[in-house]
């Protein structure tokens, strides 16, 4: 399985997620102007990593924010690695748009990732540049949301 790219963009920064293989995840958040940092094990896959990146301030470009992060990527990952990436958050539409990416909506990307990482969690209080959400999560029928 190839490495999958979540990128967020709010109205005051982005940032991105990598998930995928762990040795190869882990070796692209290591060396000097890596855009990625902080590593975790995926929970629900044993041989996979996710890595997070460093907050960018948008400065009111948003798209100029998201295409260096994901360029800061390319410059360590072949595009051919690369088998999904999605864009969320308030401008992630836009961004998605212009740069010919699926969009999905922040709520559920957020009660997706925090249903998948920590399943016992019933709430989610986000913090946002631009505004404050609470989302409630259920797993009723089977789905996260």
Do not use: C, W
Request: hydrophobic content about 40%; proline content about 6%; glycine content about 14%.
């Amino acid at each position: 399985m190839g490495i999958r790219v979540g990128i967020d963009i709010g109205t005051v920064s982005a940032k991105l997620a990598a998930v995928g293989p762990a040795e190869r995840v882990e070796a692209l958040a290591t060396g000097d102007g890596s855009p990625l940092g902080q590593i975790f094990p995926n929970p629900n896959e044993p041989d996979e990593a996710i890595a997070l990146s460093r907050y960018v301030r948008i400065q009111g470009r948003p798209l100029e924010a998201a295409s260096r992060l994901l360029d800061e990527l390319l410059e360590r990952v072949d595009p051919n690695e690369i088998s999904g990436v999605m864009a969320t958050g308030s401008a992630g539409k836009l961004v998605g748009k212009a740069l010919g990416i699926p969009f999905e909506n922040e709520f559920k990307t957020a009660a997706a990732a925090v249903g998948t990482l920590h399943p016992d969690a019933e709430n989610i209080f986000e913090m946002g540049g631009e505004n404050s959400k609470y989302i409630k999560l259920s797993t009723d029928g089977g789905a996260i949301g």
